[in-house]
Every structure is written in C-alpha cells, then in structure tokens.
C-alpha cells in the first residue's frame, strides 16, 4: 500500500471469461474464452475461470465516501481495507469508523454480486505480523480471529497485506528471518480450517517474499498452492522518498534511464519465482504523487517535462484534501504531508479538467517508457506523477497479453466519474451482463 502519513491513525489482446453462479447472476463477462501462453507455457482457460477486476475501499474514509458511493458494477472484488494486527495473536483490529462502515459494505457487496473481502495489515497495520506468525500457538491464534472476522462479517475473502515479510516497513514492526517461512505455514492452516470457497489473497511487492537470507526467494510455488491470487502493488515505485522525481506506477523501466522497477519486471520476478501468472493480479494506482520542482528543472525541452528532475525536499506540496498531514507516526518518528493526490483531487486541485486531461495552463507529458503521465503547475511549482486514462488502458493491454488474473485498484474512492475504471475495463475487454 501506499505510504502516505493518512495512515497515521490507525501492465496481442484476449478475451476473458467469468464465472457464472447457479443462480441469476449479473457480472463482468466477457463474450468469450481463450488460450494464453505466459513465457512460453500454455495456459487453458475455461468458462469457470475469472478475470479479477477488484480494488480496495478505504475504510478509514468510510463517511466521506459511504460504500453506496461504489461503483459496484465494475468489480466482482471490492476488499475493505483495512483490519490491523495487534500484540495479542487472537485479536484483530478495526478502528470505529470501520466497525461502522464494514457491515454496510458487506451487505451492498452482496446485494451486487461482488465478493466482499477485507484486507488485514497494510503500511501501518503490519506491526505484528511476524508475532502472529511466530509460534504454531501464535499461528493458530491469529487463524481462529481470521476466521473469527470472516464469521462475524459473513466475509467472502481475507487479504493479506502485511508490509513486509523479513524487511522492516514502517519502522516499528516485529521481524523475522523466519517471517516468510512462518507466513506459509500459517497459510497452510488457514487453507486447512477455512470454509469451502473462502478466497485468500496477499497484496505483495514487486520482489517475491524475502527469505532467511534477506534476498527474495526463488521459489514461491508453495504460496501459490493456498493463495487463490496476489495483487502486485505495482505503484509507489518513486515518491517523496527518491532521489529524483519519477513515475508513480511504472508499466515498463527497461527503457528507463533510471531504474526501480515496474510491473514488468514484477511480474517477471513473481514468474521467474514459479508463482503462475493466472494467479497474479496488476495493482494499479488511482493517485499520483506530488514534488516542488523548479521551473528552472522541471522541463528538458522549452516545452518537454523532464522524466527525472530534481526536486526540493524540504518544499514537499500537500496532497487533496484527503491528504494527511505532518505527525508523528505510530513508531513516534516525525512524518510529513503525503503529498497524494487522488484522481478526483486533482481535478479538483485543477492540474486536470473533469474529463481527465490536463486543464489550462498546466503543463503534460506523457513518458512513453513507463507508460504514465506528468503534469506540472508553473505557478504553484509543483510537479504530479500519476496515472491516467491513457496509462490505465496500457496496464490493461499489459494484464491482456501477459495472462494475469485481472487488477486491483487502489483505491476504489480515487477514481472521478469511473473515468480510469472505464478505461482498463475497454483495453481489456470487460463487458457486463446478466445471465
């Protein structure tokens, strides 16, 4: 997930198939099955195999943006984020708003056909990972309040973001060597105890899980056997914290001067470690990210945006509205703004029309090697980093010809007018009906 400071308090076209229930049923079928070969191995889709078209909702903004504000059409998915772990392996948190917010959600999922999950963890949520997963006492606590959570909420899913396995994240968290093993294992026996159909998933870096060694593994096929998919967090690759402004959500960076990575080379990494790409879903990204740059470095050309140009730390420009502000964060280190910009924020911050596209007197580029945008305001001096229309249509090609499971979108409250979810939807070819 991102890492915004909001969180303080708590990439040749084919045509997908969807599941159809025994019952009425209305959802995302496209009109036709095929055969996808996924470096170099052939894969046989039937009809009974999904496309994922998921996002998350941000629980946290449950009032500002009720779950009848979904556009529940556009997804079979929709995991609320976000659960948190605790010190106790039994207990499972949610904050009050959730506790409010999540039973309507789960009842407006169903009453749309769209399968309601909720994610445990996320940047701030993963303290206590590696406690829980410690121990076969920790880990068979931690499987009876994931069960105990699917139970009360009458859930279909569990996702899992725990940031990350044997790598600190925010800075506080337990870890282990051990951590990755431990997941597995407490995989295993969630899979063993979990009703029939219960859909387990992990959001998950651009690099396989990280073993003993604190290298990523190289083999991650046995992750695959529980989890029904992985949703790849395939954004947040260049922000506040890099050296040099750059794409938020890379599809490519072969072609890149600098390079951090991309869902190219993800989903080559995840591949490479034997986990199946029709178990991989594209995470995609609804925001941007915001940098000072001075007009003396913003462009390349009199009218080109520089890709890569310096930018002033110390002048870090807010985000939208929803944007958190500078703290104090759980582990007691002093944070800044976030500086995100949702879709929406920034038509309604004015760097973009309402149709998506950039307003008057704002500058654009779009880089052709990551696929994603740019936009920059010479009074304000503030450069966004994000994707659009144009770059979500590209991710969708990208999922089409790799063979992935679908996308995830982070997160369903960012996108204005459905204008993004459109767009992924007609690159890959997503019809609705109702059968």
């Given at each position: 997930m991102i890492f915004p400071s909001f969180f303080l308090f708590l990439s040749f076209s084919w045509i997908f198939t969807i599941r159809v229930a025994a019952v009425p049923f209305c959802g995302l079928v496209p009109p036709k099955q095929a055969t996808r070969n996924v470096h170099g191995t052939a894969a046989n889709f039937s009809d009974s195999e999904d496309v994922l078209a998921a996002a998350w909702y941000p629980g946290w903004l449950g009032t500002q943006f009720p779950p009848n504000t979904i556009s529940w059409s556009k997804y079979n998915v929709m995991t609320f984020a976000f659960a948190v772990t605790t010190a106790d392996s039994s207990v499972i948190s949610l904050d009050?708003?959730?506790?409010?917010?999540?039973?309507?959600?789960?009842?407006?999922?169903?009453?749309?056909?769209?399968?309601?999950?909720?994610?445990?963890?996320?940047?701030?949520?993963?303290?206590?990972?590696?406690t829980a997963v410690a121990t076969e006492a920790n880990r068979t606590a931690f499987v009876g309040a994931v069960l105990g959570l699917v139970s009360n909420y009458n859930l279909d899913g569990i996702d899992f973001d725990w940031e990350y396995p044997n790598k600190q994240g925010i800075g506080c968290n337990t870890i282990s060597p051990d951590d990755s093993a431990n997941f597995l294992l407490f995989l295993q026996a969630l899979r063993a105890k979990a009703p029939s159909g219960l859909i387990i998933s992990a959001a998950v870096g651009i690099t396989p899980f990280v073993g003993p060694d604190g290298t990523p593994m190289t083999d991650v096929s046995g992750f695959a056997k529980v989890l029904d998919h992985i949703e790849i967090m395939a954004y947040d690759i260049w922000g506040s914290w890099s050296s040099t402004v750059g794409p938020n959500a890379p599809l490519d960076d072969s072609c890149a001067t600098n390079k951090a990575g991309s869902a190219t080379s993800a989903v080559e990494a995840w591949t490479a470690a034997e986990f199946p790409a029709n178990k991989i879903a594209l995470g995609i990204a609804a925001y941007g990210h915001s940098f000072h740059v001075d007009a003396g470095s913003a462009f390349s050309s009199p009218s080109q945006l520089a890709p890569y140009p310096p930018f002033d730390k110390s002048q870090q420009p807010a985000g939208d509205k929803e944007d958190g502000g500078a703290g104090v964060d759980q582990c007691g280190q002093p944070v800044g703004v976030g500086g995100v910009f949702n879709f929406w924020g920034m038509i309604d911050g004015r760097f973009l029309g309402a149709d998506g596209w950039p307003a008057a007197g704002i500058d654009y580029r779009f880089d052709n090697c990551s696929q994603t945008p740019y936009v920059y305001n010479h009074d304000s001096q503030v450069m966004i980093s994000y994707d659009d229309a144009t770059s979500f249509q590209a991710k969708g090609r990208f999922i089409n010809e790799q063979g992935l499971r679908g996308f995830s979108m982070w997160h369903s409250a960012g996108d204005s007018n459905d204008i993004l979810i459109n767009a992924i939807h007609d690159a890959m070819g997503i019809e609705a009906v109702c059968s």
């Open positions: 009050s708003t959730s506790q409010q917010v999540l039973p309507d959600f789960v009842a407006q999922a169903k009453q749309n056909n769209v399968n309601a999950l909720v994610s445990i963890g996320g940047w701030t949520g993963s303290q206590y990972f590696s």
